[in-house]
């Protein structure tokens, strides 16, 4: 592949494609063009250049027949496209300078790009870090996932409480995506399955269309790109023109509506599942659109389908897409008239699943009754996978199957089709052989295999951190991008007083500018001198974001008793949203920002102590947080988080962590030196044990002092005038079940936080330690986890 900066336009054919553009695909002319209409031009001419290197990989995959990976994931958490595609064309200077001629400001029409949030937080962001590391390091691959109509739903404050509203991304022209009209496949539902000709034959009946539309995803450099292939649902019946004509015209547009319903909306849970049926519908429209896609291409340059594993890996992002194995031995039973013993261990050959939770709730398990009726041919299909499995492993006592008391296990089902499951850290991976699966992993060893996640340096340092990526060129040159344990060049400058300063300078300028966001967006001044205190994730009661703001009301009530301290300054910043259903997570929030109104508004803690909490945390808060933060919260009960991905993009940055041993955090303390990352905690099996106890919390409030002032202050409404029983339901919970834990660790958490500012106070050596954190964190990278992926699961080599 030709070298890109051979392929990088020169200033005029930039400026005149971008011109071309807006005059062309646009219709406007420069004197009246929008912030969106330049925006527009600039992605079409930044597309333009994906073109090319998108065709060339295809082409090679192609005339080299080479082995494709395809990863199926009900979620893709994209952000913004814009600055990281033209970051990795190299086009981001010539960009900025180009429109800088033209009287526009790139960093404008950067930020009014809407995020693409077809997902809910790490699992879905996880599946675009990949995507792009699959494109960097050559793997050849597509994704596949859902066009949602609506992303991950807008979040609000009233009264300091959670209100959704519906997102709209396609509200204007998406300009990075393709429609293909003509990739399109219908998919059915509910309906019978008789037998023909000794082949089953299913007739659903209700079906809908499954319609392609491809986004090009380039990797580093524009070595390779891969598609994004995401299904839009459209109905099969036309319009009903006869009803129409009757003047009934809700029932004319009746099939439309019912088609759409399922592109419709994300589900906004990524650890429970609501709304069963439609759920199921979606998860079952991804994953037969995208086997019957894998099949037709397959089938295009081959005829034995036996064959198929030597060309295709199928990789299922989580249980959604476990109807993969099911659907792909139908297409091969009934379609192809393959024997289904044979079928199955085709598409087993074909298959790999990711866990990425331990949790019981987010076990995907639907009942035989709903799978039979919307899925009648494939639950006979579950049932012979169970039977067979069974028969294959007599004389097991405790054998674990698929189907159990009228349920349909997905995640059984999932590991039963998959040749290799694996976990999401070296700790999650043992919990999942020794908690979750104890029985299929004795029957299969050797199947459970560890992938640790990674993140993409592109975005999350590179683009996101242009003072920090500066200096670490500067320092070691160019090419950490792509080999980012290069990082580890930066160790013996750590120890150079003058790259320390640099090192220093450059957070303090992020921490300006996040000081000035901060402003902007929450009217709440802070200062950039404090230490700035980061927890930014999901809202969920394991994530433990009520420790945090427990905690930070017993820092208040400390400085208020001993004014005359020298307290490090610290600003506590909070992100996430909660899922809509979650009643205790929103709870959480309330009283976050009920705590904050009280001690941002305290003249005796003034700016010793201030908390934000932006509304509507997405990818593009997280690229403006991240940079700007010296403490990373990863404080979940330890077996609990499966890894975590923000604790790699902080740390990363030059976040210190604080955290327990609970899913990557290990491996990272392993990584950074457990002298630069502040322990504390309960273990995965000490929590087991602490948990025996019924009376754990209890015993730990009577134990500790502080935090029982704490849980007095908000049982009295000291946070909610207005309503001084708000939290009592918080409250009541905390003495009497405690399953998280908050009450046991709230003292360990208590003494690490007077650790983390004792060693605050000795800047050059926070410094040190911060700058230790990002030389360290090589190993985090999707390209590496994407490269295990491809030499443990796949069977890919890279095309590069
Ligand atoms: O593996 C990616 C991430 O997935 C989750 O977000 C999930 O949705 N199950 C986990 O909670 C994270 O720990 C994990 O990093």
Redesign the pocket.
């Known amino acids: 592949m030709k070298d890109i900066s051979a392929q990088r336009p020169g200033k005029e054919a930039f400026r005149a494609d971008i011109l071309r553009h807006l005059t062309y695909t646009l219709g406007k002319d420069a004197g009246h063009a929008s912030d969106y209409d330049w925006r527009m031009a600039l992605s079409f001419a930044i597309r333009d250049r994906i073109v090319g290197p998108w065709f060339a990989s295809t082409r090679r995959t192609w005339a080299e027949n080479r082995k494709r990976v395809y990863y199926l994931s009900m979620e893709f958490l994209i952000g913004r496209i814009l600055e990281d595609a033209a970051i990795n064309l190299g086009l981001r200077d010539l960009a900025a300078e180009v429109l800088a001629d033209l009287g526009q400001d790139f960093a404008t029409l950067a930020g009014e790009e809407p995020d693409a949030a077809l997902g809910?937080?790490?699992?879905?962001?996880?599946a675009a870090c990949y995507m792009e590391s699959m494109a960097t390091v050559g793997c050849p691959s597509y994704g596949y996932g859902i066009r949602y109509e609506h992303g991950l739903f807008r979040q609000r404050f009233e009264g300091g409480q959670q209100v959704e509203t519906a997102e709209d991304w396609l509200k204007t022209r998406n300009p990075w995506e393709f429609e293909r009209p003509e990739s399109a496949y219908t998919i059915g539902f509910k309906g019978e399955v008789a037998e023909k000709d000794g082949r089953a034959l299913w007739t659903p009946d209700e079906t809908v269309i499954a319609s392609a539309y491809d986004t090009p995803v380039v990797g580093w450099q524009g070595r390779w790109a891969n598609t994004l292939r995401l299904w839009s649902a459209k109905p099969t019946q036309a319009f009903d023109l006869e009803r129409f004509n009757r003047g009934d015209y809700a029932a004319a547009a009746e099939p439309e509506t019912l088609a759409r319903t399922i592109s419709r909306v994300l589900y906004p849970e990524?650890?429970t599942y609501q709304g069963k049926e439609l759920r199921l519908k979606q998860e079952f429209f991804l994953t037969s659109a995208a086997i019957q896609d894998i099949l037709r291409r397959y089938l295009e340059t081959h005829t034995d389908l036996t064959a198929l594993p030597t060309h295709v890996a199928i990789q299922m992002n989580?249980t959604h897409p476990a109807l993969a194995g099911p659907e792909l031995i139908r297409l091969l039973t009934d379609a192809h008239g393959i024997g289904f013993e044979e079928a199955f261990d085709i598409a087993q050959a074909c298959l790999g699943y990711?866990n990425?939770?331990l949790?019981p709730e987010?076990l995907e398990r639907w009942s035989t009754w709903l799978v039979g009726n919307i899925l009648p041919r494939h639950m006979q299909i579950i049932e012979r996978i169970d039977s067979l499995h069974r028969r294959r492993f007599p004389n097991r006592p405790h054998y674990v199957g698929i189907v159990k008391h009228h349920e349909v296990r997905m995640g059984e089902l999932a590991f039963i089709s998959a040749h290799r499951v694996n976990g999401?850290?070296a700790l999650?991976t043992e919990l999942v052989k020794e908690r979750l699966f104890p029985e299929l992993n004795k029957l299969h060893p050797g199947r459970i295999v560890n992938e640790t996640?990674g993140v993409t340096p592109r975005r999350w340092l590179r683009m996101a951190n242009p003072a920090l990526s500066g200096l670490i060129t500067e320092t070691i040159g160019e090419g950490w991008e792509d080999h980012l344990d290069r990082l580890t060049g930066l160790e013996p400058h750590v120890e150079d007083k003058g790259f320390r300063d640099a090192f220093a300078g450059a957070k303090r300028a992020n921490k300006v500018a996040t000081a000035n966001w901060i402003a902007r967006t929450t009217g709440i001044s802070v200062s950039p001198d404090a230490l700035f205190d980061v927890q930014v994730k999901?809202l969920h009661e394991y994530k433990r974001q009520l420790l945090n703001i427990l905690q930070t009301v017993a820092q208040w009530h400390f400085i208020r008793e001993n004014p005359n301290l020298p307290h490090v300054p610290r600003v506590k910043i909070f992100g996430g949203k909660a899922a809509p259903g979650y009643v205790v997570a929103k709870e959480i929030i309330h009283l976050i920002n009920d705590v904050a109104a009280v001690i941002n508004n305290d003249p005796r803690t003034g700016d010793l102590l201030k908390v934000v909490y932006p509304a509507n945390y997405n990818v593009s808060m997280a690229e403006h947080l991240i940079p700007a933060a010296d403490l990373s919260e990863q404080i979940s009960t330890a077996g609990k988080?499966?890894?975590?991905?923000g604790n790699m993009k902080l740390s990363l940055n030059g976040a210190l962590t604080i955290g327990t041993l609970d899913?990557?955090n290990v491996e990272i303390r392993e990584k950074v030196g457990a002298e630069n990352f502040f322990l504390f905690g309960l273990t995965a099996d000490e929590v087991e044990e602490r948990r025996k106890d019924v009376e754990h919390a209890r015993h730990a409030i009577l134990a500790n002092q502080p935090l029982q002032d704490v849980l007095q202050m908000i049982a009295e409404g000291r946070f909610s005038p207005g309503q001084r029983d708000r939290y009592h339901g918080i409250v009541d919970r905390m003495w009497h079940h405690d399953y998280f834990l908050v009450a046991s660790d709230f003292g360990a958490y208590h003494a690490e936080q007077g650790e983390v500012d004792r060693s605050y106070r000795e800047a050059d050596d926070w410094t040190r330690k911060a700058a230790l954190n990002t030389a360290r964190m090589g190993f985090f990278s999707s390209d590496r986890a994407i490269r295990g992926y491809m030499e443990d699961i796949w069977g890919v080599d890279s095309a590069l």
Do not use: M, Q
């Open positions: 809910n937080g790490g699992l879905g962001r996880l990524d650890t989580d990711t990425h939770t949790l987010a999401v850290s999650h996640n999901r988080e499966a890894s975590g991905t899913g990557a």
